[in-house]
């Protein structure tokens, strides 16, 4: 086994792991594709789909953030 990777780098294991979990457990573990070059392309329209819904998810709760009914009141 490798000893000598930097820890800096491995520091940020963490994120990918976390992505692709979110990955799998949003769209699936399985690839329908059968040789390497599909699979390739299954795997970068599955990351492409996350990053869209990642994107869309933290747009529609910055727009709902504006229509909670606790917000300031108005003074006219």
Same mark, same amino acid.
């Given at each position: 086994?490798?000893?000598?990777?930097?820890?800096?780098?491995?520091?940020?294991?963490?994120? @990918?792991? !976390?992505?692709?979990?979110? %990955?799998?457990?949003?769209?699936?573990?399985?690839?329908?594709?059968?040789? =390497?070059?599909?699979?390739?392309?299954?795997?970068?329209?599955? @990351?492409? !789909?996350?990053?869209?819904? %990642?994107?869309?998810?933290?747009?529609?709760?910055?727009?709902?953030?504006? =229509?909670?009914?606790?917000?300031?009141?108005?003074?006219?």
């Amino acid at each position: 086994m490798r000893t000598d990777f930097k820890k800096e780098i491995y520091g940020q294991r963490w994120q @990918v792991e !976390t992505v692709f979990s979110m %990955i799998k457990r949003n769209f699936g573990s399985v690839l329908r594709a059968r040789n =390497l070059e599909s699979q390739a392309r299954e795997m970068l329209l599955l @990351v492409l !789909t996350h990053n869209i819904a %990642i994107i869309q998810l933290v747009k529609e709760l910055f727009y709902r953030a504006f =229509l909670t009914p606790f917000s300031l009141p108005q003074f006219k």
